[in-house]
């Protein structure tokens, strides 16, 4: 097996579930794991909690002062993952199992594969002598399954200094193959929708189940879920989207219509898969917490709303939820962060470049997430962050069913030609004559 297979399984082994109520295992035994691997290869890291077992892991890797001018690139990920129930997978989602070519267990994809691929560079580095041609921060975090606070949270807040000079960093999704017929796309995120995790709370008169209601809040909360359940969002075509949408149509070969979106979505779903979900903000309803006895009107309803809004849409998208929610029920944020973004070219033009070192064939094209990552918080550091987690998949794994899915898995060729194309990224050009890393002995 080899060593980026090995690494993915041990750390798909240790459950560092994240039930997003601090209830979990923690992330310490992963870190632990990390920091041996990063002290293997020559690395100082720093290893740190925010809270009992929360552990964040960091470490500073020296360029040859080729690229010195750029500042330090952040490559960071989290070390948790969200639940998973062993009866519905096929195989135990903590056993890291490899069949098939394939290694199984919740986080393979989201995301121990990918920081099994930065971990088993780092070794391959030290084992030839290879520099990085800027200096690189490697953070492997906790806490990004919830609100991030534990994790990048914490380090942002708190270790500030470990990220010193850093302007620009790559992370989770991005950089996967993404098929469409015979043209292998290649998305590279430049940017991801603001996250607004609401707490809605309607309040009335308290009563017996069997009399009229005075001011039922149940019902008038569910009346305004129903609303914002029911409204449909406008189309907003942010640039960063455009630029995507221009760019399929490119690679494709076929005009896609700015004006007729919903209907492209219809003549092109496995491409309209990439932007249908970025068009539009949106709010849904995910939880309800209301009464105490069938009999009983109660006094408070409350509900939870997961939003989230396009870069420059906030103020319409909470003027929006305001008037959908009505003057009976009140919001406040669980979470809150912004919508960030960052250039299509720069360091993009060299994650594509990287890319296509490994597979000549593929079609890069920025990105825009639906949901989000720890690229919030660095964003508050004043870095830029991007979406780069090298992945050549098959046709047949679908790649977003995986994510919190059931029965999650990564091909090991694509992990190893992830280590490949990260290698291309971030070596230092004397190393260039030495496309591939060594396979570990």
Same mark, same amino acid.
């Given at each position: 097996?080899?060593?980026?297979?090995?690494?993915?399984?041990?750390?798909?082994?240790?459950?560092?579930?994240?039930?997003?109520?601090?209830?979990?295992?923690?992330?310490?035994?992963?870190?632990?794991?990390?920091?041996?691997?990063? &002290?293997?290869?020559?690395?100082?890291?720093?290893?740190?909690?925010?809270? %009992?077992?929360?552990?964040?892991?960091?470490?500073?890797?020296?360029?040859?002062?080729?690229?010195?001018?750029?500042?330090?690139?952040?490559?960071?990920?989290?070390?948790?993952?969200?639940?998973?129930?062993?009866?519905?997978?096929?195989?135990?989602?903590?056993?890291?199992?490899?069949?098939?070519?394939?290694?199984?267990?919740?986080?393979?994809?989201?995301?121990?594969?990918?920081?099994?691929?930065?971990?088993?560079?780092?070794?391959?580095?030290?084992?030839?002598?290879?520099?990085?041609?800027?200096?690189?921060?490697?953070?492997?975090?906790? &806490?990004?399954?919830?609100?991030?606070?534990?994790?990048?949270?914490?380090?942002?807040?708190?270790?500030?200094?470990?990220?010193?000079?850093?302007?620009?960093?790559?992370?989770?999704?991005?950089?996967?193959?993404?098929?469409?017929?015979?043209?292998?796309?290649?998305?590279?995120?430049?940017?991801?929708?603001?996250?607004?995790?609401? #707490?809605?709370?309607?309040?009335?008169?308290?009563?017996?189940?069997?009399?009229?209601?005075?001011?039922?809040?149940?019902?008038?909360?569910?009346?305004?879920?129903?609303?914002?359940?029911?409204?449909?969002?406008?189309?907003?075509?942010?640039?960063?989207?455009?630029?995507?949408?221009?760019?399929?149509?490119?690679?494709?070969?076929?005009?896609?219509?700015?004006?007729?979106?919903?209907?492209?979505?219809?003549?092109?779903?496995?491409?309209?898969?990439?932007? #249908?979900?970025?068009?539009?903000?949106?709010?849904?309803?995910?939880?309800?917490?209301?009464?105490?006895?069938?009999?009983?009107?109660?006094?408070?309803?409350?509900?939870?709303?997961?939003?989230?809004?396009?870069?420059?849409?906030?103020?319409?998208?909470?003027?929006?939820?305001?008037?959908?929610?009505?003057?009976?029920?009140?919001?406040?944020?669980?979470?809150?962060? &912004?919508?960030?973004?960052?250039?299509? &070219?720069?360091?993009?033009?060299?994650?594509?470049?990287?890319?296509?070192?490994?597979? %000549?064939?593929?079609?890069?094209?920025?990105?825009?997430?639906?949901?989000?990552?720890?690229?919030?918080?660095?964003?508050?550091?004043?870095?830029?962050?991007?979406?780069?987690?090298?992945?050549?998949?098959?046709?047949?794994?679908?790649?977003?069913?995986?994510?919190?899915?059931?029965?999650?898995?990564?091909?090991?060729?694509?992990?190893?030609?992830?280590?490949?194309?990260?290698?291309?990224?971030?070596?230092?050009?004397?190393?260039?004559?030495?496309?591939?890393?060594?396979?570990?002995?």
């Amino acid at each position: 097996m080899s060593e980026v297979a090995e690494i993915c399984s041990q750390l798909l082994r240790i459950d560092t579930t994240n039930d997003g109520g601090g209830d979990g295992p923690g992330e310490r035994r992963a870190a632990e794991y990390v920091a041996g691997l990063l &002290d293997a290869a020559g690395l100082e890291p720093v290893v740190f909690e925010s809270a %009992p077992r929360r552990t964040s892991v960091v470490a500073r890797v020296a360029g040859d002062g080729s690229s010195s001018a750029r500042g330090a690139l952040l490559v960071h990920g989290h070390l948790d993952v969200v639940p998973a129930e062993p009866s519905e997978w096929r195989t135990h989602p903590f056993s890291g199992e490899v069949e098939d070519g394939l290694v199984h267990g919740r986080g393979a994809v989201d995301m121990k594969g990918t920081l099994a691929m930065t971990l088993a560079l780092a070794l391959d580095w030290a084992r030839r002598g290879v520099r990085p041609k800027r200096d690189l921060v490697l953070a492997f975090l906790a &806490d990004e399954e919830a609100t991030g606070e534990y994790g990048a949270g914490h380090a942002v807040e708190r270790h500030r200094d470990l990220f010193d000079g850093c302007t620009e960093a790559i992370s989770e999704s991005g950089g996967f193959t993404w098929h469409d017929g015979d043209v292998r796309l290649y998305p590279l995120a430049v940017g991801e929708r603001g996250t607004a995790w609401m #707490r809605l709370t309607a309040r009335g008169v308290a009563g017996h189940g069997s009399k009229p209601a005075v001011d039922n809040p149940v019902a008038e909360l569910a009346r305004a879920l129903a609303r914002l359940a029911d409204h449909r969002w406008p189309v907003r075509l942010t640039p960063e989207v455009a630029q995507l949408i221009d760019g399929l149509s490119r690679a494709l070969g076929t005009m896609i219509d700015l004006d007729r979106l919903d209907e492209e979505i219809e003549r092109l779903p496995r491409a309209a898969a990439l932007f #249908r979900g970025v068009l539009r903000n949106s709010a849904n309803p995910t939880m309800l917490d209301a009464g105490y006895k069938v009999n009983v009107i109660p006094g408070t309803a409350r509900a939870h709303v997961d939003g989230r809004f396009l870069p420059g849409q906030r103020e319409e998208f909470l003027e929006t939820i305001d008037r959908l929610l009505g003057p009976k029920v009140t919001r406040e944020f669980v979470s809150f962060d &912004d919508a960030v973004s960052s250039p299509a &070219d720069g360091l993009y033009d060299e994650l594509a470049a990287a890319l296509l070192a490994e597979d %000549p064939g593929a079609r890069p094209v920025p990105y825009v997430m639906t949901g989000g990552t720890d690229a919030k918080w660095f964003a508050r550091l004043g870095i830029r962050g991007y979406g780069f987690a090298p992945l050549m998949l098959p046709p047949d794994l679908d790649y977003f069913g995986m994510f919190h899915g059931v029965d999650e898995r990564v091909p090991i060729k694509g992990l190893e030609f992830g280590v490949r194309v990260l290698d291309h990224l971030l070596a230092a050009p004397a190393a260039d004559t030495d496309a591939h890393p060594t396979p570990s002995p």
